[in-house]
């Protein structure tokens, strides 16, 4: 269970320097006389088409079209500059400035609103998979050469796009994940048809650090505070960052305490540090690491369908399942808090690609594709009830969402 005490501290962190670091749509302190503005916006990749359409979330008005390859993935940068629309089957990732920046003014932050833009770095690989951001670089895993792309953000938005390849290596669907000059990436089985058998950490040449630790299957990560988590089939391993320039170390840690299931998707916390996972099909586990790992399973109603922690209520998660009830997680209580029904039925039945809805957070609401209406539905995050739609052609499925807030002023 997490404290209240500690979440009441990390609040507090939160609202000083939290919102710049993660967009996460705090009011931050500025002059007196300043104005103040919020402005998110989304961006939606189509189930069929290859196509990122982007809307503001005051308005509802189109924001750009991004016609690409592919259906995408879409990952965002920590700071919600950029969009990396993932397209493994063609080998490509576009990339998308979102338009909403953050300049830190110390005691404040400005906000800038410019057009979203398609940028014209290319980025190819043979089916590039997995993009994960940390220590202020970008690691893009390559599935289909083993490759991992390094990267800062700066460089893709001023088109001076030279990452760095490292080969740490055989071809799988594999990850990297950059913390301080390491990476900790994924190690495939010798045999490829076998399930990737663990995680190790490479330095800044791609050469091996230490042992691999056993993580079967691994698939999913998440970073809270300075913490990466990871996903294996039999429990999780939790990577700490190495002091001194020293190498990270992993612990896995079981979990079969929880009975049948296994975590292999995760998100972590930004105010608070604590990660949030799948658990079998119809579960979710809060895990707060520490010297003594905890879970708590909260086990849900019906399958899920997606989830998504609230940036801003450090407290909330939200979980969709598939009978259309949309619930809030109180991760601090470990609770189902509050459920609502917010679209028809989504079964989990059929093929796990099939369109369901995706959920992200902007502000004070939740934006929720609904595939099969063609809208996306704004729902508040204090009452979950739909306050408006965005109606969107085609089959809108993955979302993301950027903006927060900032001063709006003249600087001399
Ligand atoms: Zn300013
Ligand atoms: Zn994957």
């Not at 920046?101 to 398609?118: C, Q, R, T, W, Y």
């Not at 490759?147 to 080969?167: H, Q």
């Not at 071809?171 to 399930?195: F, K, Q, R």
């Amino acid at each position: 269970m997490i404290s209240l005490s500690r979440s009441t501290r990390a609040l507090g962190l939160c609202a000083a320097v939290g919102a710049l670091a993660f967009g996460t749509g705090h009011s931050i302190p500025a002059m007196a006389d300043d104005a103040h503005e919020a402005h998110y916006r989304l961006f939606v990749g189509d189930h069929a088409d290859g196509v990122v359409r982007a809307f503001d979330i005051h308005d509802g008005a189109a924001a750009g079209t991004f016609e690409i390859d592919q259906t995408p993935a879409l990952t965002r940068s920590e700071s919600g500059r950029t969009l990396f629309a993932v397209q493994g089957d063609t080998g490509k990732v576009a990339v998308i400035s979102t338009g909403i920046s953050f300049e830190d003014h110390g005691d404040h932050a400005d906000l800038k609103v410019e057009d979203a833009a398609l940028l014209d770095v290319a980025i190819e690989g043979v089916k590039p998979a997995h993009v994960v951001e940390g220590s202020g670089r970008i690691a893009l895993f390559d599935d289909g050469s083993g490759d991992v792309s390094l990267f800062a953000e700066s460089g893709v938005l001023d088109g001076n796009f030279e990452p760095r390849i490292l080969k740490p290596g055989a071809a799988h669907h594999g990850l990297a994940a950059p913390m301080g000059d390491h990476l900790v990436v994924s190690v495939p089985h010798e045999n490829a048809d076998e399930p990737r058998v663990g995680l190790k950490v490479v330095d800044a040449d791609g050469d091996q650090v230490g042992e691999v630790v056993s993580c079967p299957g691994v698939h999913g990560q998440a970073q809270s505070a300075r913490l990466f988590a990871f996903g294996c089939r039999d429990g999780i391993v939790i990577a700490s960052p190495g002091t001194g320039g020293e190498a990270p170390t992993l612990r896995h840690v079981p979990t079969a305490d929880l009975g049948e299931g296994n975590v292999s998707t995760l998100k972590g916390g930004t105010a608070m540090t604590y990660f949030l996972g799948n658990y079998g099909p119809s579960s979710v586990v809060v895990i707060e690491p520490g010297d003594e790992t905890g879970f708590t399973k909260i086990d849900l109603p019906t399958r899920r369908v997606d989830f998504a922690l609230d940036p801003a209520l450090p407290r909330n998660a939200y979980v969709l399942t598939e009978d259309g009830q949309l619930h809030l997680i109180d991760i601090v209580a470990g609770t189902i808090a509050q459920s609502a029904a917010v679209t028809e039925p989504y079964s989990m039945d059929g093929h796990w690609r099939d369109p369901r809805p995706r959920l992200a957070v902007a502000g004070d609401r939740i934006a929720l594709t609904d595939p099969r209406e063609g809208v996306v539905r704004l729902i508040s995050t204090e009452t979950l009830e739909e306050t408006g739609t965005i109606e969107i052609e085609g089959t809108p499925y993955t979302i993301v969402t950027v903006g927060g807030s900032g001063a709006v002023h003249d600087h001399e």
